[in-house]
């Protein structure tokens, strides 16, 4: 994926994907720091993060046909089977530089929050976008995380979440305090 390039109905649908991999790569100067791109599906965030230079992307998804087509993607250093909510004995807590987290709320509970912040480094960065009117309880978590003092808000940026339903979220970039 270019993100110069025109959009196209792919760029489109993989909007969300695209806002966060240019807000880690504005955030992320070491293009070879480890990215952990939880519940990582096809591999629209991995191709994102690769096209802007990033060298050191793990993927983990608990859908083994997912995992084959982030594969094929070519993107991932690394492709973890796992349930994210057992992330940390998967991957490497604490050690990713930034952990994105773009899934349906159905897929992931609020508290998956807790654990992308879990395998961030200090000061590490999470990304996750959240549609407010239908993922109150994801938005109230990250409100607690930020108030708490455990991240500080970096980037918060509306637009399109999922092109084909035209429907938008707020892409939310926070940094492990």
Same mark, same amino acid.
């Given at each position: 994926m270019n993100m110069n390039a025109a959009p196209s109905t792919d760029a489109a649908? $993989?909007?969300a994907h695209l806002r966060a991999a240019a807000a880690l790569a504005? #955030?992320? !100067?070491?293009?070879?720091? *480890?990215?952990?791109? #939880?519940?990582? &599906?096809a591999g629209l965030?991995?191709? !994102?993060?690769?096209?802007? &230079?990033?060298? $050191?992307?793990?993927?983990?998804? *608990?859908?083994?046909? #997912?995992?084959a087509q982030a594969q094929a993607v070519g993107a991932y250093r690394r492709l973890i089977e796992a349930d994210p $909510?057992?992330?940390?004995?998967?991957? $490497?807590? &604490?050690? =990713?530089?930034?952990?994105v987290l773009l899934t349906p709320p159905e897929d992931a509970p609020p508290e998956l929050l807790d654990g992308a912040l879990a395998l961030a480094a200090p000061q590490g960065l999470v990304a996750t976008a959240i549609d407010e009117e239908t993922e109150r309880e994801r938005l109230a978590r990250l409100t607690e995380l930020l108030d708490s003092g455990a991240a500080l808000l970096e980037v918060k940026e509306r637009g399109l979440h999922r092109a084909p339903d &035209?429907?938008?979220?707020?892409? =939310?970039?926070?940094?492990k305090l």
């Amino acid at each position: 994926m270019n993100m110069n390039a025109a959009p196209s109905t792919d760029a489109a649908r $993989a909007d969300a994907h695209l806002r966060a991999a240019a807000a880690l790569a504005e #955030l992320i !100067a070491d293009r070879g720091a *480890p990215i952990l791109d #939880l519940f990582c &599906g096809a591999g629209l965030t991995g191709a !994102a993060l690769s096209d802007l &230079g990033f060298r $050191a992307i793990d993927g983990l998804d *608990p859908r083994k046909p #997912l995992l084959a087509q982030a594969q094929a993607v070519g993107a991932y250093r690394r492709l973890i089977e796992a349930d994210p $909510a057992d992330a940390a004995a998967a991957a $490497a807590p &604490g050690g =990713y530089a930034g952990v994105v987290l773009l899934t349906p709320p159905e897929d992931a509970p609020p508290e998956l929050l807790d654990g992308a912040l879990a395998l961030a480094a200090p000061q590490g960065l999470v990304a996750t976008a959240i549609d407010e009117e239908t993922e109150r309880e994801r938005l109230a978590r990250l409100t607690e995380l930020l108030d708490s003092g455990a991240a500080l808000l970096e980037v918060k940026e509306r637009g399109l979440h999922r092109a084909p339903d &035209g429907r938008e979220a707020t892409l =939310y970039v926070m940094r492990k305090l």
